[in-house]
């Protein structure tokens, strides 16, 4: 075990989960681990929580609890005391899967990377799996895995961001020229009640004006200005879903004539997820998803089951395309599972549609 890993969690009043975080650490089936917690002065139970299982890692767990300007201010804090040749972040809500540092060094041995990352399970309010990050462009950061030395190289956390700083730091190491090297499984689980998806126009906002700042520097497959443009609006899609819905309703309406009836989304990627939450917070009905992954079939997002698009054979509804790419070939594949039958309706562009009457009517 040569290489030592420094794994850093920050938190704040963090009482509720941190023990899952914890306990994933103490779980991991490789060793040669230093655990490092900054916290940000909490007032409830989070460092006695802390103190409970310091014990239980000798001298490998090191923490403190003061004031910081934020969670990245933490991160960097972390960062400059960590030891290890590899270091992850794990927020307190988080947690890592069993062998998820294991497999990460693994790769590091094998491979030259600077940035080694997988994928990240989602995790509802409930404390359920819903999805996964399966495939991901750009990597999950509960999930990456960063070289000290790039670090020292690239820079750390730009603190001036509040919210995506991570997302920041991300498209800084691939303009940079950082080797990345995706693992194809799951490593860490993901709470999707954090800071970005409660503030969320904020986020938005800042996540635009990262994203422009990078375009042309980061490679054109991962992000350009058109690739920017979409993922703005699609964002300020599911912010109006949850502040003004009746717009989004009045363009559905108009797109398919048995709304009431609900929605088939076909894809279940990040675009498939946000329009499931779109419908949802316009009280829209979602039967349930289709996807051509077969590893998808039999879970669900937020009570909506995944199928095989086969079970489009006995449908007869709205069916709205949730894939970045190949419209016309799965409008194709809809329409043949169907037989072409005219009360099934297919529509691919919601976000365009929403924003186009949003700027007719402003």
Not at 53 to 78: C, H, T, V, W
Not at 126 to 146: D, E, Q
Not at 237 to 264: A, C, H, N, Q, W
Not at 298 to 320: A, M
């Amino acid at each position: 075990m040569s290489i030592k890993v420094s794994v850093i969690t920050p938190c704040l009043n963090s009482e509720k989960t941190i023990r899952d975080t914890i306990k994933s650490i103490l779980k991991q089936t490789y060793e040669n681990i230093e655990y490092i917690l900054v916290d940000g002065g909490s007032t409830d139970q989070t460092v006695e929580i802390i103190e409970e299982y310091r014990p239980m890692f000798g001298d490998r767990l090191q923490y403190i609890s003061e004031k910081d300007q934020g969670i990245y201010d933490a991160m960097n804090k972390g960062i400059s005391r960590a030891s290890g040749d590899v270091i992850g972040i794990i927020n307190s809500d988080d947690w890592y899967e069993a062998d998820a540092v294991e497999k990460v060094v693994n790769c590091f041995e094998k491979s030259n990377a600077d940035v080694v990352f997988g994928e990240i399970w989602l995790i509802d309010s409930n404390g359920n799996k819903r999805s996964c990050t399966r495939n991901s462009i750009l990597p999950p950061h509960p999930a990456m895995f960063v070289k000290r030395n790039a670090y020292r190289k690239y820079g750390v956390f730009d603190i001036s961001y509040a919210i995506a700083a991570d997302y920041e730091l991300t498209l800084r190491l691939l303009s940079k020229g950082a080797a990345f090297e995706r693992i194809d499984c799951i490593l860490s689980n993901f709470r999707t009640t954090g800071i970005s998806s409660i503030k969320k126009r904020e986020c938005i906002e800042e996540t635009y004006q990262i994203q422009l700042e990078y375009v042309g520097r980061c490679p054109s497959e991962i992000l350009n200005r058109d690739i920017a443009e979409e993922l703005y609006n699609r964002s300020r899609l599911l912010y109006t879903s949850r502040y003004d819905p009746e717009m989004i309703i009045e363009v559905l309406k108009r797109t398919f004539f048995k709304l009431s009836r609900g929605i088939v989304i076909f894809g279940t990627g990040n675009w498939g997820r946000e329009l499931h939450t779109v419908l949802r917070n316009c009280n829209i009905e979602i039967p349930f998803f289709v996807d051509n992954d077969s590893k998808k079939w039999g879970f669900e997002w937020e009570g909506s089951k995944i199928f095989s698009p086969e079970i489009l054979r006995d449908y007869d509804g709205p069916v709205l395309i949730a894939v970045k790419q190949f419209q016309k070939e799965l409008r194709e594949q809809v329409y043949r599972y169907t037989k072409g039958n005219p009360s099934v309706d297919v529509y691919d562009r919601l976000w365009e549609a929403v924003i186009r009457d949003s700027a007719r009517r402003s």
